[in-house]
């Protein structure tokens, strides 16, 4: 009884293992597919391309920073006409998967560029939140943080 037990316990155990391995697989899928939504919008802003970001957003999408609380409607007309960014990069990339339509995306940018000639912050941290819809993933808030 106990060997019939023993080799119950581990059957499970390699099977729960092997399905751990394949959701992560997916994960890390999903995360480079994420990741490479918001390295997109990070070019559509650097090269000026409001279309590119008007169809990568919510209508709802809301952007959180030091400046205030702005909706596509204010990025489009004023942050994304006025703002300059010369050159960015983003490091220690973090995923959080928060349900089948939701993930997070976390990240340190290090950016030069201006807005109406005052410098950008160089270093922010950023919280970018990432919803499923109609089968597309689109940009639902993203939220930055200037380091000193």
């Known amino acids: 009884m106990k ?11 390699f099977l729960n293992l092997t399905i751990g391995q394949v959701m992560n697989a997916k994960d ?3 995360k480079a597919h994420i990741l490479k939504l918001d390295i997109a919008a990070w070019d559509a802003w650097k090269n000026g391309d409001i279309e590119t970001f008007r169809a990568a957003t919510r209508e709802s999408f809301l952007s959180v920073g030091s400046e205030g609380i702005s909706t596509k ?4 007309e004023s942050v994304l006409v006025d703002c300059h960014l010369k050159s960015y990069q983003l490091t220690d990339v973090g995923f959080l998967k928060l349900n089948k339509k939701a993930v997070l995306l976390t990240y340190n940018a ?3 560029g201006d807005c109406d000639g005052v410098p950008l912050s160089p270093k922010v ?5 990432y919803v499923k819809e109609g089968g597309k993933w689109m940009e639902a808030i993203y939220m ?3 380091v000193e």
Do not use: H, P, R
Request: charge should be negative; charged fraction near 15%.
């Open 73 to 76: 409607k204010d990025m489009i």
């Open 125 to 129: 941290l950023a919280t970018v939140t």
């Open 144 to 146: 930055e943080t200037a």
């Open 28 to 30: 890390e899928a999903l």
């Open 3 to 13: 060997k019939i037990t023993l080799i119950l316990l581990s059957a499970f155990s």
């Open 110 to 112: 290090t950016q030069s």
